[in-house]
């Protein structure tokens, strides 16, 4: 019953106004395989924290909200995932930053993309998925390194 119950609400959720992933108000993983997930260094609050793929461990670094009001992708309190000095060029990395409504903060999920500034990608460096590797926005291409997924 529950998994009918998530199945159901997924799919209202997928298919809010302008395509993007309203998830309810708790916090979930990122995943970029079963095993990979989106995380911040060190689980910091300091702004300008690295954004990084890690193992999934369910610790507080991995826990994700979204914003269908603002777009923003929100964690570890009142953070906000954010493209560094709000650059469109491909390989600007991505960082924990205090939330500012800034469009560097505004995410939309088109199929498994985060897309983000000028309709860039968030992507693994170099299509990695090893601990430690820096996450960044890219030119959408449909690789697995930009390919991510939701999971309670």
Request: with cysteine.
């Amino acid at each position: 019953m529950k998994k009918i119950i998530a199945t159901t609400a997924l799919a209202l959720i997928t298919s809010s106004a302008f395509g993007l992933l309203a998830k309810p108000a708790m916090a979930d993983e990122i995943k970029l395989n079963p095993k990979a997930c989106l995380d911040v260094d060190h689980g910091s609050t300091e702004d300008g924290t690295r954004i990084q793929v890690w193992e999934c461990n369910g610790s507080k670094a991995q826990r994700w909200t979204y914003s269908a009001k603002t777009g923003e992708i929100r964690g570890l309190g009142n953070k906000c995932l954010d493209v560094s000095n709000g650059d469109t060029a491909d390989g600007t990395p991505v960082q924990l930053y205090e939330c500012n409504g800034t469009k560097a903060q505004q995410w939309r999920q088109v199929k498994n993309e985060i897309r983000g500034i000028a309709d860039k990608c968030l992507d693994a460096e170099n299509g990695n998925s090893a601990d430690g590797t820096r996450v960044q926005i890219w030119k959408c291409a449909n690789v697995p390194a930009q390919r991510w997924t939701w999971v309670k």
